[in-house]
């Protein structure tokens, strides 16, 4: 019998390396419980941005397209699309066994419907601006019109954007920002919604009709609400959970890189882009000189930062967009630390050191909380930019919403911020960059009050550049001239990391991570 | 001192000698003392013998103490050196404890001194707005507090003081009115002396023993309050403190013990002192005590 055993394991291995697969096929049944510190407010992420409600809400509703792991579209509730010769339209040619969660059938009404409700209420305006109509030719062809090219549409139609709501549920004409239906969402992806207990859990389970066949292979997904990182950490640790995507806190990534029954990966968060910078006001009486802000760039040793204050698991951040983007521009300014050349930049300027070694004083805000990727970082300044004669003093923020109240109504002279790429420029960077979004008390708008004629024409240029080398070449022209006006000082991108358990297969690593359907996620 | 010396000095000397006598006396009351005069020192001199920038960074982060010679108690998160922090630290702990302590004792004497000498009405006002105070969580008044105003030592010195002073008060009211009603205050009144003569310099001086205890417990009681507004994340990030970098190393306790425990350890030290005196001078001015 042993024998027997064995020769059947050897062959068995011998057969897996001979073909290199060594994963069983998918199967179905099993539960995912996901950890997770984030509070969602509803389900709905059609007028909710963040996280909180986009890991839930893809799993809930179903969008046109998904992305691979290789920015690639893909179909998902469109089997097929196509974009006319002048790319001022998309057809959408939807699945036709498509049904939401109570039965009713996926239309285009619905997708016209459902791009209507984003485009009014999401906040992420520049995604849908250009759309001045939807056609719903048949009940299974939606065809987007724009204004001008709008390649972004494409980004902008997948991972948490447009999810497709019921018109029959939405449509009834109450205010979908504070819908009875956000709560309790009735949804057309891959799991249907069962429970929400806000800061305590979401439950999720399989739709048996899912509109792709044999999918979805987990029977249930469980949200688990924890109060902080580290008690999240520990429930992985022990096995309480299987799964825990956004995880930040370098220790705790360190501590379950350790356990030997789970995978760690920095993988999934590509089109999320999450960059950690040092905001300039550029209206500051110091910071309105280029080469002061310049200054203060090669001041501050961006290894440092990444390698001793995060360990080395954030990675460099050298521009607007994230590293891993098809946008990211490798061949831009560095800024690698040279303190002479910051002297006499600063010199140039007019700020000569005084008798004590003293040029002038600026004050650095930052976002309370963790403090790994702000205060730590704020307070690293102080010291680093002495060394070139100015003084830093730290301004602390009771929290959140005091510290969004001075960054984003311009008062203050340096910030330290986190901004989110979200897939296209044309959703997460222009918004920082073009004059005329310098708008007084909205945050993460442009905030640093930087306008500069040639880069709002390039990025005017890009959005609307179907040519997709073309439009990388625009991308990369546009952050030259960016990185070297500084308006921000690029420091690294968040350390985002996904734990998850070795039973898991088919872990959602692609663009958009945990934020898009696990629908071929399965437990071994 | 020879018997016959002895015999020519009157009996009852001032008080204040009298206390001060029996103060050094007092075992705890010395022990404190020479602990309080350690940490002053320590602070106070320390930054001219040991004159390392706190806020520079010049180690690996979170080295451990004892390993480079040139953070002989490591370094923090951000790789500055501890010992540095520590020396630099001293000095807005201690102003943090004085500044709030003072402030705790002037409010709590005044509004004390006030309520029990004029007693009816004036009392039942500031009694009531006096329990207000008293009833709030301390620490979350002093907390709303913080947060209005930008967290700067000043700021979290004046909110401690703010919140901490009701017992002062009440101290101070229990005595005036136990006091203001013997013969020496009846004699001072019938010579005409006005209330701000009286309450100033005839019952207080009377009152103060309890008082000066309660102070220096309060100056104790301040630096942990200092502490644990730190620890909340609502201390000054501009200053060192200890109580600031226990805050701050309370993230890395399982990897650096050092961040947290000697900062705690020159905290301990420091209430420790003040409460010794305290407790000196309670035996000090206490004569029942001191007879024994």
Redesign the interface.
Known sequence: MKTLTSVIAATAIAALTATGIVSAEPKSGGTLIMGTTQKARHLNPAVQSGIATAVPGTQIFATPLRFDENWKAQPYLAESWSTSEDGKSITLNLRKNATFHDGKPITSEDVAFSLETVKQNHPFKSMFAPVVSVDTPDAHTAVLNFDKAHPAAFLAMSGALLPIIPKHVYGDGQNAKTHPANSKPVGSGPFKFVEFKQGEHIILEKYENYFIEGRPYLDKIIIKNYKDSTSATLAMDKGEINFLPFMSAT?DIARLKKNKDLAVTNKGYEAVGPLNWLALNTSNQYLKDKRVRQAIGYSIDRN?IVN??HGGLSKLATGPVAPGSPYYAADVNKFDLDLDKAKSLLDEAGFKAGADGKRFSLKVDYI?GP??MQ??V???L???L?KVGINV????A??FP?WAKRVGGHDFDMSMDIVFNWGDPVIGVHRTYTCGNIRKGVIWSNTQSYCNEKVDGLLTMAASEQDQAKRISLYQDVQKIIVDDAPQIFLNTLPYHTAYSNKIGNAPLTIWGSMAPMDNVYIK | MSSIETQFIPKSQHPIVEAIKAFRQSWAGMLGLILLLLVILFSVAGPFIYAV?P???IW??LTAPGVVANAPFGTD????DVLAGLVYGGQATLFVGLTAGFLTITIGILVGAMAGYYGGGVDEILMRITEFFQVLPALLFAMVL??LF??SIYVVSAAIGIVSWPTTARLTRAEFLRIKNLEYVKAAQSIGARDNRIIWRVVLPNSLAPLIVSATLTIGVAILFEAGLSYL??G???AFSWGMMIG?GR??I??AWWLVTLPGIMIFLTVLGFSLIGDGLNDAFNPRLRER
């Open positions: 220790r440092f001793a204050l309370p403090s790994e205060k730590n704020a307070e690293y102080k010291p680093q002495k003093e730290l301004r602390a009771p929290d005091t | 920038d806020f520079e960074i690996a982060p998160h951000l790789g500055r913080v947060t930008t967290p994340g609502l000054d990030p501009n701050a993230e890395y399982l990897d």
